[in-house]
């Protein structure tokens, strides 16, 4: 890996970094949409290549369970297998200790899981998870954590976050052991929960051994905690984590957390929201999120964002012929992947382009203000801004609303 930043907010921790992989040249900040079984959902390579994207994420567990690792070894890497010519992230299979814990059992040694489609047992060691990824050939690859819900408090949440520490050594071992060490590049992911002495112990710990790691991620958030104490979080750890090294922040999606998680000093992000939300019928936009299972639209011809540079709509593809189709033809859930995709890719370019103009305070007051409008301000983003040197209150008579937030993906906000 190659890592600069190559420019700095001068009010904020944002910043511009070049970040140079094997597969080419990645811009930071950015949004990675998430291939889960290697494919973006109703994309072909080709059509994810043709939206500007050069960092996706596969998922180890999954890619383990099918096709396995034989026929990835014998395809050459997921690259050549999924047809991706661009970088590639593989999270560990740490994430689904939570997403399937009814499946699991966390042990010194590993995680045991049951298979959800043929109940076959199968242990997932830091090593295994490294060989496992080693397989895949991801540019970039995570250690295997002890992940436990966001919420959950007491003894296990210290225990995840001292075993994630004892794995991540494991996992060095591991890969330095492998052939594909100077190919792949291995991050720490900092792990303690909501409570902040445990992020810092955890931080002590995993900064011990940054001669030994490529990159670092922030781990264990997005899963339903107070936005208030996930954004401290979030600056909690950025502050600490070398400015040497990219940043990386798992499983964010939504626009607003996206663009306070980069002026906090963040570079990375990956979240299904995106994807997801399209085949649920919603397009992302910058006055919010427009559900178009909504009767309004079956009469409006015009396109989701007039502005928009995606395929979607600049071929001129109406509202109302996707409220026609929405959850019910594939080709609804396509054309709203491939807006939605393209709209997190502008949120992040923009971003990006702001930073390099120092223009970045006045990018998040426009950006913030037509994306909220009248619905006011989630109290969590102007204290978290705030926190940073932009007040987003300034000049505006847009009102502040407490908790975080409207959830529009599902309603109408647009």
């Given at each position: 890996?190659?890592?600069?930043?190559?420019?700095?907010?001068?009010?904020?921790?944002?910043?511009?970094?070049?970040?140079?992989?094997?597969?080419?040249?990645?811009?930071?900040?950015?949004?990675?949409?998430?291939?889960?079984?290697?494919?973006?959902?109703?994309?072909?390579?080709?059509?994810?290549?043709?939206?500007?994207?050069?960092?996706?994420?596969?998922?180890?567990?999954?890619?383990?369970?099918?096709?396995?690792?034989?026929?990835?070894?014998?395809?050459?890497?997921?690259?050549?297998?999924?047809?991706?010519?661009?970088?590639?992230?593989?999270?560990?299979?740490?994430?689904?200790?939570?997403?399937?814990?009814?499946?699991?059992?966390?042990?010194?040694?590993?995680?045991?899981?049951?298979?959800?489609?043929?109940?076959?047992?199968?242990?997932?060691?830091?090593?295994?998870?490294?060989?496992?990824?080693?397989?895949?050939?991801?540019?970039?690859?995570?250690?295997?954590?002890?992940?436990?819900?966001?919420?959950?408090?007491?003894?296990?949440?210290?225990?995840?976050?001292?075993?994630?520490?004892?794995w991540l050594d494991r996992c060095i071992q591991q890969h330095k052991s492998s052939e594909k060490e100077h190919m792949q590049n291995l991050f720490a992911i900092v792990q303690g929960g909501l409570d902040s002495s445990l992020r810092d112990r955890c931080l002590d710990g995993m900064l011990e051994r940054r001669d030994?790691?490529?990159?670092?991620?922030?781990?264990?958030?997005?899963?339903?905690?107070?936005?208030?104490?996930?954004?401290?979080?979030?600056?909690?750890?950025?502050?600490?984590?070398?400015?040497?090294?990219?940043?990386?922040?798992?499983?964010?999606?939504?626009?607003?957390?996206?663009?306070?998680?980069?002026?906090?000093?963040?570079?990375?992000?990956?979240?299904?929201?995106?994807?997801?939300?399209?085949?649920?019928?919603?397009?992302?936009?910058?006055?919010?999120?427009?559900?178009?299972?909504?009767?309004?639209?079956?009469?409006?011809?015009?396109?989701?964002?007039?502005?928009?540079?995606?395929?979607?709509?600049?071929?001129?593809?109406?509202?109302?012929?996707?409220?026609h189709i929405v959850t019910h033809e594939t080709t609804a859930a396509h054309a709203l992947t491939i807006h939605n995709i393209v709209f997190q890719a502008q949120v992040m370019g923009q971003a990006r382009d702001a930073i390099i103009a120092g223009t970045f305070p006045d990018y998040l007051r426009s950006f913030f203000?037509?994306?909220?409008?009248?619905?006011?301000?989630?109290?969590?983003?102007?204290?978290?801004?705030?926190?940073?040197?932009?007040?987003?209150?300034?000049?505006?008579?847009?009102?502040?609303?407490?908790?975080?937030?409207?959830?529009?993906?599902?309603?109408?906000?647009?």
């Open positions: 890996m190659e890592f600069e930043v190559t420019h700095r907010c001068s009010t904020t921790r944002a910043r511009v970094s070049r970040m140079k992989l094997a597969h080419g040249e990645t811009a930071l900040p950015t949004f990675m949409p998430v291939a889960t079984q290697a494919a973006i959902k109703g994309l072909t390579p080709e059509q994810v290549e043709s939206l500007g994207i050069t960092l996706i994420l596969n998922n180890t567990y999954h890619l383990n369970l099918r096709p396995g690792t034989d026929i990835l070894n014998a395809a050459g890497g997921a690259h050549l297998f999924e047809g991706w010519k661009h970088n590639m992230l593989t999270d560990s299979g740490g994430f689904q200790l939570v997403s399937l814990s009814k499946f699991t059992t966390i042990t010194e040694e590993g995680a045991l899981f049951y298979s959800p489609f043929t109940g076959e047992s199968t242990i997932l060691t830091p090593e295994e998870s490294i060989s496992i990824q080693h397989a895949i050939g991801a540019d970039i690859i995570m250690q295997l954590d002890d992940v436990v819900p966001s919420l959950l408090q007491g003894p296990r949440v210290e225990e995840a976050m001292e075993r994630s520490i004892r030994q790691v490529a990159g670092y991620a922030i781990g264990g958030l997005s899963g339903g905690e107070e936005k208030g104490v996930f954004w401290r979080i979030i600056k909690q750890c950025a502050d600490r984590l070398p400015e040497d090294r990219p940043r990386y922040a798992m499983g964010i999606g939504f626009a607003e957390d996206l663009l306070v998680c980069v002026a906090l000093g963040i570079d990375m992000a990956d979240c299904v929201f995106p994807t997801r939300t399209a085949r649920f019928g919603v397009a992302l936009t910058h006055k919010g999120p427009m559900n178009l299972k909504l009767g309004k639209h079956a009469k409006d011809f015009s396109t989701i964002d007039s502005t928009c540079p995606c395929l979607t709509c600049r071929e001129g593809v109406s509202r109302a012929f996707l409220h203000s037509g994306y909220f409008g009248d619905r006011g301000y989630p109290e969590w983003c102007v204290a978290a801004l705030r926190s940073v040197g932009v007040d987003l209150l300034k000049n505006t008579d847009i009102p502040v609303v407490s908790g975080g937030g409207a959830k529009w993906e599902y309603s109408d906000a647009a």
